[in-house]
């Protein structure tokens, strides 16, 4: 079982819809999570991370943690064109690194 | 802050030829990861080091990779002799030491487009 697993996608939404991006992971021991955005072409960046079982918001975006279920899920409300990227979930691996899920592909359709 | 820097941004070479990519951390930054990413295999990890010695080098694919870090300021990740199925893109990325916390961002160069013919 691989330690973290995303949709491969391409997910689509229309312009002004919520996007949801789901991740499980395999590690019960996680303590901390990630989301990373990558536009194609670029390199990934942080954009969200959360510790705690519940939601955390940021602007458009909430990451959700269910940590008995161990699941992490990105909604990223009133979805734009810019929005359109990969998104990377990432747990840590070990102390000093983290495991990246192979990313789900969003299309928000104008 | 100019970030990490990756040189070159793109790389084609013929097969059998050494390839050297080079990485320069944000300064500071006390930890430095190479990934390799695939559209099969997703972002992997290849090695990283903490205060320039190697830590994990597990991810290294198989002896024709090597990693350098001669300073805190410089890497390099050198494949000898390169084939086909090394095309891919390589980014390079920093964070400062962890210090107990679970704070865990890495910063990520722009990559290295690799194609290998």
């Known amino acids: 079982q691989k330690e973290v697993e995303q949709n491969s996608g391409p997910l689509s939404v229309p312009e002004g819809a919520i996007a949801s991006l789901n991740c499980t992971y395999s590690d019960r021991g996680s303590q901390s999570f990630f989301w990373y955005r990558q536009y194609s072409g670029k390199s990934p960046e942080l954009i969200m991370s959360i510790y705690s079982n519940g939601d955390k918001e940021d602007g458009r975006f909430t990451a959700q943690l269910n940590k008995a279920s161990q699941y992490v899920s990105l909604l990223i409300r009133d979805s734009q064109p810019s929005d359109s990227a990969t998104y990377l979930c990432?747990?840590?691996?070990?102390?000093?690194?983290?495991?990246f899920g192979t990313g789900t592909r969003l299309t928000v359709i104008p | 802050d100019a970030g990490v820097i990756q040189s070159p941004r793109h790389e084609v070479t013929e097969m059998g030829q050494e390839v050297t990519l080079r990485c320069k951390p944000i300064?500071?930054?006390?930890?430095l990861f190479w990934y390799r990413q695939t559209m099969m295999r997703g972002l992997e990890l290849l090695i990283y080091f903490n205060n320039n010695v190697p830590i994990d080098d597990s991810g290294m694919p198989e002896d024709r990779f090597s990693a350098k870090m001669p300073n805190a300021s410089f890497s390099t990740l050198k494949i000898q002799p390169s084939e086909p199925r090394d095309s891919a893109v390589y980014f390079c990325?920093?964070?400062?030491?962890?210090?107990?916390?679970?704070?865990?961002?890495?910063?990520f160069g722009p990559g290295t487009r690799l194609t290998v013919l």
């Open positions: 990325a920093s964070r400062p030491f962890p210090s107990g916390s679970s704070y865990n961002e890495q910063f």
């Open positions: 300064s500071g930054h006390n930890s």
């Open positions: 990432a747990v840590p691996s070990g102390a000093n690194n983290l495991f």
